[in-house]
């Protein structure tokens, strides 16, 4: 899993104007899996995403890979507004 290097700046609206999620990653060392942290652009919020083979943990809850499929590629899945802005 390959997530493209972001600048991780604290509010940066320059991409989608509204802060981006900083991200970053973790390898997994010893009984640690590996880890994507997600913050907000705006604030000190975070979101923890715990991986390995058979499944996700997601901010605390656990699941299976094809589970998370199942309910997050709808959300993902929907239309741009008109308004969005590429780069």
């Known amino acids: 899993m390959k997530i493209p ?5 604290f509010y940066d609206t320059t991409r989608f104007g509204q802060p981006e999620i900083r991200v970053y990653h973790r390898k997994g060392t010893g009984k640690k899996s590996p880890r994507y942290l997600l913050k907000c652009g705006c604030c000190d919020q975070r979101l ?3 991986y390995a083979e058979d499944g996700l943990e997601i901010g605390g809850v656990n699941g299976a890979i094809e589970d998370w499929r199942e309910i997050l590629l709808p959300l993902l899945k929907t239309k741009k507004s008109k308004n969005f802005k590429e780069t």
């Open 48 to 50: 923890e995403i715990h």
């Open 5 to 9: 290097e972001r600048s991780n700046r």
